[in-house]
């Protein structure tokens, strides 16, 4: 389903940086319905391959499939039928402070052009299984930080994605909201879709006993399919 | 695209025009400056165009016939003048009009007294010439002094006021060129600044921007919103600007005669209003749509 073939990504110089590689002939592929960890340091290219896998990011050198589509030759104005195919959850959350959590949520098929009585329907379900059918009307400010990442899982769920891509997204949360996004996160897994997620956790990679891409500096050092936490 | 989005992206358009009320309110200015140029300019080109016509108006070519010259050869020659393409009239003053005319005008004049002791009428007969433009009095002037006319004319009297007109039609014509290019400098300013005052509020909703992306809205949902803000913009400072116009045109309409010498510059606007109101509208929203356009550009890639 996903592929990335020899892929690089070189940010250039700026004022203050020097040119970073930040992934250097990075190879793997994703199956579908698969539950892939990708682990490493802070900097090793974990956010980077997301970026990449989800056209936010161009690749310097390397194809990206998904599908069967290269990705990185998509133009600009094509990038959102991609999108649209994708769940995005991160750390800091990303929601609109100016929503409700049932505003917020039905963000993504509103920007899809859904009608409205589906909308209704589709956010309903999807807060039942996020457990938030209680708090649809709370603003993301009235929201604990677990809370707010299930906001962002539904989001993210809403438009029924092929893959989801998580970026730490435990990273703000305690060890209890850690587990409860994590449960979420394998039985979302379960439904179907593929899972992609960045962290640097060591509690989380071996709880997990999934595939685990280890990165260090921006390249590939193990892709173990039932990895554990080596750096 | 569906209504219900248009609708939506109306509505964005139109909070976001509400929610950012500082930056909206400088976007605002500057283009409301713009538009007040391009009305100003629009308006002094009417108050020049009426002036020239006045003195136009005023103005011809009188040809003096010598004492003998028969009634048929100066109607020849009228006839030759009104084939002329410059030549808009030509009319024919026997001695006895001008002599009618002259004690008219000059009921108290004593040289009227001393032209009735003489019993002579001491004027000749004469045509006055108008031409299209004041820079045509030349051609005619030239074609008049040819050696076939001598023995017929007396003289021709090339009115000085040609020459003013000559200068203002010239002038007008600068102030045309310069006017446009005033206006495409003013123009090309207000797009920067209007540009950069949208890019501000643009960054400020960076992030509900990169939300917009990552769920997969389409380019024209995103850009959509800023487009409408943009227009409200360029609307709102078209109005301003109309009102404030309207207004002062109103209140001052009696100083601004004078001051234009004659030229009702409320009347004129009256007159041109759908003129007016397209321009107003069109140099707003204009300006509002294409900073918009270029302001959100930037965050439409990847």
Redesign the interface.
Known sequence: MIKVQNTTKIYPPNLTKTTKIALSDVSFEVKDGEFLTISGRSGAGKTTILKII?????PTKGKIFFDNQNISQFK??D???L??KIG?IFQDY?L?SYKTVFENIA??L????FK?DLIEKEVGEVLELVGLENQADYFPGELSGGEKQRTAIA?ALI?RPKVILADEPTGNLDPYHSRDILKMLLKINQLGATIILATHSKEIINSLQKRVITLQDGKIIKDEPRGRFIL | ??L??IK?IFQSGLNNFRRQGSLTLATLFVIFIAVILGSSLFMFKGAVSFLTAELQEKVDLSVFFKENTSRSEIFKLEQKLTQFPEVKKVEYISPETAYKSFVETHENDPYLKALEAIEINPFLASIHIQAHSASQYGVISIFLKQPEFQDIIYEVNDSKRAVIIERLSAFTSNVNTLGIGLIISLGLMAVLVTFNTLRLTIFSQK??I??????????S?IQGPFLVQGVLCGFFAALLSFILFYGTLFFVRGQLQDLFLGFNLFEFFQTNLLAIISLQLTIGIGLGLISSIFAIRKY???
């Open positions: 989800s056209a936010q990011e161009k600009d104005k990038i959102h039928k999108r649209q995005f990303k609109l963000y993504s509103e920007v899809t052009e409205d989001r438009h | 695209m569906k219900k989005t939506k992030e509900e990169g939300i917009m992306r990552l769920v997969g809205a389409k380019d949902f439409l890639k990847a």
